[in-house]
């Protein structure tokens, strides 16, 4: 599943089409836009991104998503439709043959819609995961993602119509539906509801740069922060690895045959990470260790401060002690992690880049936790997309009070500018003559990866 977990997290961290000429002089995605100052809508909420109570009912969307997906097996994932989804996805919004997609997926969509407004998501697969932990097999998320691009293709027609208001109730179902899959209690279920979600953004920005698209300034400002949680993933990852550790007895002594099987058993899950290999595997690192007395004496006296008995541990092999403290280290650095996931991005990161340099090698929690750290990037990547879409919304309000001129800073704004997510501080922002440029600021060590810099070229519409 870490392995799986990475394939995925590459997946849905993949850089944004270009909308540039050229990218290979820099490291930036550039996305032009050209604005219609417009003023906040009357009522204020009149448009929102997320189905509101009116607009729900009693059930279980997960059901029907599956029943949609079961239902329309051609239309979703023949590979002949996937191709035309692919082709209609890559085509610029005036190259659209609207006439033609009108009613692209049309039973198949409004099943979507209808799910996304139900109340109460259930994956029910809580019992599973506490039996297979990393073996969990997770076919039903996967196919979200088919069901939430054929969304998008019905959401780009809606725009290139100019029928906004019916890409706006694309938009809800398309984010009610990462918000559904952000309950699925695994890290994988967290990075397809991100993947989803920026599916959803990249119409919604081209939505924005069209000839009458509503303000959509407090829409966005009413989405929650964060759109997509951690903490339904983070608790299932919790019980994956208490199943995986199962076998492994803080109670009585283990004997070498109990010791040898769960060593078998650590290596097959922990397969080719990088510091298990460079142990020779988990039955090689403790074959090395137990013989370092001074190690194994330490070990013990680390279990002993966290409570356990000293007088159990000393009947234990070094073995048994020894995965003990891995186990012991795994928990406490999951929990520093799990503890950060209330703050935004600025905060929680310095802090774990602090206590990883801190830190020395852990076997067992530097194979198990790679894996949040690169959902947390995907999260924060997200919410500065949509951070910087409130940004551009709060420019298109200053420019309809103000005879069709940008702002010359940020401060000139009347509505609240959110800061950059990842920062903490105000985005960059300049105006060049009759151009503005916003830009994001890309996470530590993410300066070079286009993903995380993001340059919106704006113009006004005369």
């Not at 103000?402 to 009347?414: K, M």
Request: with cysteine.
């Amino acid at each position: 599943m870490t392995r799986a977990l990475c394939f995925l997290a590459a997946a849905c961290l993949s850089p944004l089409a270009a909308r540039a000429d050229d990218r290979a002089t820099t490291p930036e995605t550039l996305i032009r836009l050209e604005l219609q100052p417009a003023a906040a809508p009357r009522p204020a909420l009149r448009y929102m991104l997320l189905p509101e109570l009116n607009e729900m009912s009693p059930g279980n969307p997960v059901y029907h998503y599956m029943k949609c997906c079961m239902e329309h097996q051609g239309f979703l994932f023949d590979r002949g439709a996937f191709e035309r989804r692919e082709q209609l996805l890559a085509m610029p919004l005036k190259e659209l043959p609207v006439q033609n997609i009108q009613d692209y997926g049309r039973s198949v969509l409004m099943q979507a819609d209808r799910a996304a407004r139900m109340d109460k998501p259930d994956w029910q697969i809580l019992e599973q995961l506490s039996i297979h932990g990393f073996n969990l097999l997770l076919p039903d998320i996967q196919q979200m993602r088919a069901l939430a691009r054929a969304l998008q293709v019905r959401f780009r027609s809606e725009v290139a119509l100019g029928r906004f208001d019916d890409a706006i109730r694309t938009t809800k179902t398309m984010l009610a539906l990462a918000r559904h899959l952000g309950e699925h209690p695994t890290l994988i279920g967290d990075l397809v509801a991100i993947a989803i979600a920026n599916i959803a953004i990249e119409p919604l920005e081209e939505m924005i740069g069209q000839p009458g698209c509503p303000n959509l300034y407090w829409a966005l400002t009413c989405l929650p922060e964060p759109l997509i949680s951690m903490k339904p993933g983070m608790a299932g990852e919790c019980v994956i690895g208490l199943v995986e550790l199962r076998d492994l007895d803080d109670r009585a002594p283990m004997n070498p045959e109990r010791i040898a099987k769960l060593a078998a058993h650590l290596d097959e899950l922990l397969g080719q990470e990088a510091a298990v290999t460079k142990a020779g595997g988990v039955r090689g690192w403790l074959a090395a260790k137990s013989k370092d007395q001074g190690y194994v004496t330490a070990a013990r006296r680390r279990l002993v401060e966290i409570g356990m008995p000293e007088e159990r541990l000393l009947r234990f092999p070094a073995e048994q002690v020894l995965l003990l403290d891995e186990k012991r280290e795994y928990e406490i650095r999951r929990d520093d992690f799990r503890k950060t996931l209330s703050l935004p991005t600025w905060q929680a990161e310095p802090m774990e880049e602090a206590l990883r340099a801190a830190r020395g090698p852990a076997l067992l929690a530097d194979a198990m936790l790679p894996g949040s750290r690169v959902v947390r990037r995907a999260q924060s990547r997200l919410e500065q997309r949509i951070a910087l879409l409130r940004t551009i919304e709060a420019i298109r309000l200053h420019a309809a009070g103000h005879d069709g001129r940008f702002p010359t800073r940020l401060t000139e704004v009347s509505v609240p500018v959110p800061d950059d997510p990842i920062t903490g501080k105000p985005f960059r922002y300049e105006v060049d003559g009759t151009t503005a440029h916003l830009r994001g600021s890309p996470p530590w060590g993410a300066e070079k990866d286009s993903a995380f810099n993001l340059h919106y070229e704006l113009t006004l519409r005369k």
